[in-house]
């Protein structure tokens, strides 16, 4: 079977390339991109048929729609045992290690997000959301989370706010967590659907930035 870390040397070298770009604003995280590759890959070819892209991104998926559905088993599948995570300051040695004390207790504590604010209907004149809309574990949630922050802003309230664009990079330093990107070309209609107007939206290499305004 392969594995998310059966990465020829080509998608290697280009994902440390990644890595390294990233440094200027990611410095505490880039090294799990490049931990993840050093300790998990594999020379072990895929077939031949097929990109290194194509299927270096079907393995993504199969990882990321394992994490969605908490199956354990599936993650383990997709990994390699020798697996080494830094992620929050915490160190995971081995696929055990991340699956006992990282992914197990991520997955029971997964459950609560910002898609129900308790508050009064109409109390704040601004509310922001910096790189955190990513983190909410699916669109349909994200789209009720716009909707309360409508619902709480005064008459002419505004809501600002900056997320990151998907990734290879993005995906390293999200494994074992929640990671839902927001496509940029989509967020301005979900936004005037949740009831906001004078959307702006300026994309930008890794990130884009929003704002938006309750009539």
Sequence with gaps: MQRLCDVPNLTRQKSQELAIDMENSMKKRVGLALLFLCCCTSPTAFA?????????????????????????????????????????????????????????????????????????????????????????PSPTLQDRLLSEVYRVLKSGGVFVGTDSIWSPGLWLIHIGDTLVPVDPRAFKSRLESAGFTDVHIELGRRRFRFSARRA
């Design 48 to 136: 031949q048929t097929d990109s290194d892209d194509i299927q270096v991104r079907k393995l993504i998926n199969e990882f990321e729609s394992a994490l969605a559905r908490k199956d354990i088993a599936a993650v383990g599948s997709l990994v390699s045992p020798q697996i080494v995570v830094f992620e929050n300051g915490y160190r995971n040695d081995g696929w055990q290690d991340f699956r006992d004390n990282h992914l197990i207790p991520e997955f029971k504590h997964s459950g609560s997000h910002a898609s129900a604010v308790p508050f009064e209907d109409a109390i704040f004149s601004g509310a922001v959301a910096l790189t955190m809309l990513h983190h909410v």
